[in-house]
């Protein structure tokens, strides 16, 4: 009898329970904030999942997961996971952790947020902790900002984003019936963030909070802060949810006198409310930035050729005359131009840069700036008519190491000039420049390696006949530059030593107008390893484009995704690559070829063979030639070169395929 009362008892306490459970504690709210608040400066629209099981226990667990999207368009995000234990009457014990993420401008940020909270239906308090786990902090590089008009002295500024770790401490309580106003008050600290004594935050702060549920699953409020870091801060919102339950309905409205009737349900009802309270805390990493400012002297000798004599070379009273700033920066120094044009034959200093262009400058104690261009699109010029600019053909006339940006070169024999016989040595790196003068810009041999990228030729009539020239280097690269003769003359780009490999030489994006100009536009005279020739465009009409000279067993040519516009439809062919002498293997990919042009592909030396890989390409036809003696390998079967390049395959002599490329 005994257990079947304990039994009927249970039974009963649980057809209660189930009696009293209205609505669902488990939620989905839209919400919107507005227009700031700490650590941030834009609203925000927030997107909340509450999840938690509908009873009515000891322990509520709960899922809680929130994205944001500012008005900026830059995200956040956090997802928590907590419970609640109830310790007696209607007071409740909880914990939780939250991860969160913050991507702004500056800095995209996350975070560990664990936290405490001690509740009930009359008073509550709260513990929070933040602690960034990545994206705590980035130091930017510095920013020109001004010259301050003594000597070489300049200003630049060093931006500074930290996400700081924060506490707090927070009270908050229902202040009565109407509206269900819940206000409350806190305090936090935001610890300091820091990189190089550039930082901010290490201050405390205050806040306040308050929440009115206007109807059943509405709610509205705001919160002001004060920090020393952020200073006043203050939003509102307004927030959306459903389905209902005893959390998101009024304590004292219509619906939940009309749900829980019972005081046992109603005070069921006050539990369970305080068991699945929203959490309450700061869902926004805050981020925080400073600009610092420094003074620097630039460790440059500057000229101005319109300045007035008697300068002493600093950025306030520059040189008028470029070897006197040449002299006083020495061998391995810096030289800035300001403007002006300077006429003669110079020994340069290691660096050249002008002020047409951007330049990233050593300071006094090693750290690097990048000034903007001081006379953007206004190139100072250097020029020499019927002479040479820097060098002469004499050997190891000027430095070994260059580094050029930011110059026109005017009217000249020869821009530049360097020769060295053996061994190879010096570096060269021009960019940023232009050419103008029409003579030769560059005829170099014995370097290790030279860098031509980001500059313009105008070149009418070259001393040399090539626009540039190079010999017994080990690595030319030249990229994202535009060749425009003013005249008809033989070549563009000649690579020639016949006794020594050229190394490696990369020609990529590129483009060549007037091509039609040109009856030989590239040779190479001498071994090589490595020729690379990519995403060039070219104005077309050339008769001889590619001659190879190879003087024993060389390395690849790679010709790969360059197109041809056709300006010039009679001049047929247009493309011919020419083998006279070694072995040489090609790899010709992906390059197109306007109007009904050829690719023509010819090895002309007895006893010698060319070795051709030919995919991809768009063409109106491809001419492959083997002289007599000679033969010409292609690594495709004649099926799969015929599939894959559009127009047609003609051969000429012993052309075999699907070779493998084998001598």
Known sequence: MRKICILACAAS????????????????????????????????????????????????????????????????????????????????????????????????????????????????????????????????????????????????????????????????????????????????????????????????????????????????????????????????????SYPLGPNTIRRHGSRWKKWYQTPECNQRAISQRVMTKNVIRQEIIPLCTKTAEFQFNLDCVFADGNAPAGGDGTYASPFNDLNDAFAKAGVDGCVYLLGGTFTGNFNPSAQL???????????????????????????????????????????????????????????????????????????????????????????????????????????????????????NTTSTIITNSSFTPLGSFPLIFDFTNPTADIGTVILSGNTIDNADDFTNFYRIIGNYSNIVFKNNTINVGVDLFFQIESQGPSGTLTFKNNLFIDTDPGVDPVLDFRNTVGSDEIIFNKNIIQGNNTFDFRTTVAGESLCLSLTDNIAGGYNLTADPGSILNVNESFAQVTAVNTGSINTTGTVDFDTGCLP
């Open 13 to 240: 306490s649980l057809l209660a329970q189930e009696a009293c459970l209205q609505g669902v504690p488990s939620h989905v709210s839209a919400r919107y904030r507005g227009p700031e608040g700490i650590g941030y400066n834009r609203g925000y629209t927030t997107l909340e999942g509450f999840i938690t099981p509908n009873w009515q226990r000891g322990f509520q667990p709960f899922l809680d997961v929130r994205g944001h999207m500012f008005d900026s368009g830059r995200a956040a995000a956090n997802i928590g996971i907590g419970g609640r234990f109830s310790i007696f009457s209607d007071w409740a014990l909880g914990g939780n952790l939250f991860y969160d993420f913050r991507d702004a401008k500056h800095l995209r940020s996350h975070q560990i947020g664990p936290g405490l909270e001690l509740l009930s239906s009359m008073i509550d308090f709260r513990l929070n902790g933040y602690f960034p786990i990545a994206g705590v902090k980035k130091l930017d590089s510095l920013t020109f900002n001004q010259f301050s008009g003594f000597g070489n002295e300049l200003i630049a500024t060093r931006k500074f984003a930290g996400a700081p770790a924060n506490l707090a401490f927070e009270v908050g309580a229902p202040l009565g019936p109407y509206l269900d106003p819940y206000l409350s008050i806190g305090s936090y600290y935001l610890f300091r963030r820091s990189v190089d004594n550039v930082g901010c935050a290490g201050v405390w702060g205050g806040i306040a909070r308050l929440g009115l549920q206007v109807f059943d699953g509405i709610t509205i409020g705001g919160e002001i802060s004060y920090d020393g870091e952020y200073k006043t801060r203050g939003n509102g919102f307004i927030s959306l």
């Open 353 to 471: 840069l002008g002020s047409a262009c951007e330049q990233v400058i050593t300071v006094a104690d090693g750290t690097t700036i990048t000034l903007p261009p001081l006379t953007p699109g206004v190139y100072p010029v250097i020029e020499n008519p019927g002479g040479f600019i820097f060098g002469t053909l004499g050997i190891g006339t000027i430095s070994e190491n260059l580094f050029v940006r930011g110059i026109e070169f005017g009217a000249s024999l020869i821009d530049v000039t360097y020769i060295m016989l053996s061994p190879r040595r010096g570096n060269y790196s021009f960019s940023c420049n232009r050419h103008t003068g029409g003579g030769a810009a560059f005829l170099v041999t014995g370097l290790e390696s030279i860098l031509i990228n980001d500059s313009e030729f105008f070149v009418f009539s070259p001393f040399t006949a090539n626009i540039v020239q190079v010999g």
